[in-house]
């Protein structure tokens, strides 16, 4: 009895230890399709100063400043005050966008920029606000009115913050202390191939929603099942036992849900005419529950691998892809509008494409959405490249906090079908075991996808390369970086290239490709040429055509892109000249060669 008494307290003390530690760890998550709710953006021009040894930050003792740091916006109130900074007169930067391409002097600038906008509000009662931001570069520290709200790492993902209560009508300053310093432990890490764009550089809103209101919900058909759409919808403050609605009017469906412990979960039969690249059908659907309402277009699909094949709808589908960056196409910098995520899209869609590996980080919502409206299937990845820390459990923590925020704003987008863990990573035994941990976390999230990773770790064999790296274990989809007639042997020996895969996989060849400085032509072996960029991709290409288990490709990379790695001024000027457009939008010859192969050959 006494020893039964003892146990009784000590599972009490691990029940409670686990939820309060549950509860220690809860990350902070943002709302569901910010599209589609009241929000206020806070674009534009922001005022900033540019603080390369964070002296709004820290004081002389390299002390964080409890007082008088640059958050609080402060103005001299007497003659003799001593105020070293002043929001007003120092520079301006727009919003969304990078520092680094909208002043000369800050093209290499990695550091510390204070921005600050003021507004006007008009506060609704009842309502809750939170100030949402989908992309900051790399580290944010947010403080309202000169309150801190909170911080942020990772640059490529959103976040947001509560401000009920703290906004007011008049005259409020949100200040953001922007840091995009590369760190050795940090997701990425500090050697990367493409430029560290700082700053603000995707929109900012205030957001006004009701005290009960959808936090966020997932509606997706159930793995491998045409005709049965299952999901959750997720209430803030909403009450046990409330109905929350779902409608799909174009399929005359109208579900009712309970709510249990703030989610309405919900399975229910249908037949939707399936997303496809040909046929990218959207319906709107309708989310409603007794204070709040979100519509958004849903497509509906299935995903799956055979072997080495990869079906969409039951289907085999070769994945005819390229590989993109977020770089905005005619000025460079991150791209900041649906315009130029469209430009993009529609170069892919010229080539031939029906898919696109969004490259090497999580791309904006709105190149998100605008290729599933276009039809263009979509690997989407964190970047995990190349030498992180995987023994370093805060960098784990980071690389599945990114990974998680990725899959949760994108779960009911049906153009996505890959979830790319990696890229590029050396293999160990630390790696090994972190990789595995993003691919289980992967499935734990959402097991309707299929997870990816890009290898360039195959080894070689007699005339030949075999695909055996461990991590092939753990992933639906091998992709594989391959640089044959580039960086490793002669254009002409890529041809005869022979492939052996040890995993009964689909492989995506996930990278492949050379550099050319558009408009130089010479002879096939001359280098940086339009014509030895063709000569490469015709060899590859051939190449891929014997490799029976390859189940699609996105070659490096669809447009040239800034990197501070490629020094050679008289061809790169700081571009990695891989693309098969030119940053001007000019297609290179082996454009039309990638395209003769997506368009007359496995349809
Ligand atoms: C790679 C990387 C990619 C680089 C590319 C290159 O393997 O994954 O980020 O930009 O090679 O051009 O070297």
Redesign the pocket.
Known sequence: MKYRYHFLLIAIFFIQYSIVGQEKVKKPTVIQNIDARDITSLNGLWQAIVDPLENGYYNHRYLPKEKNGYFENKKPQSPSDLIEYDFDSDIELMVPGDWNTQMEKLYYYEGTVWYKKSFDYEVKENQINYVYFEAVNYEAIVYLNGEKLGSHVGGYTPFQFDVTGKLKEKDNFLVVKVDNKRLREAIPTVNT??WNYGGITRSVHLVSVPQSHIKDYSVQLKKNNKTQIAGWVDLENGKEGEIVNIEIPELNKKIEAKVKDGRANFSFKAKPELWSPDTPILYTVNMISQNDRVTDQIGFRTIETKGSKIFLNGENIFLKGISIHEEAPFKTGRVTTKEECRILLKWAKDLGCNFIRL??YPHSEAMVKEAEKMGILIWSEIPV?WTVLFDNKDTYQNAENQLSTMINRDKNRAAIILWGIA??TPESDARNEFLKNLSLKVRALDSTRLVTA?L?TQSSAEGGKVIDDPLGEYVDVIGI?S?CGW?VDEPESCAGLKWKNNYEKPMIMS?MGGGALQGLHGEKNERWTEEYQEALYEYNIEMMRNIEFMAGLTP??LMDFR?PRRHLQRIQKDF?R?GLISEQGVPKKAFYILRDYYLNENN
């Open positions: 191939d493409w490259a090497h490249y890229n590029e890009a360039d970086n640089y960086y990278e490096w990379i990197s990695n891989k």
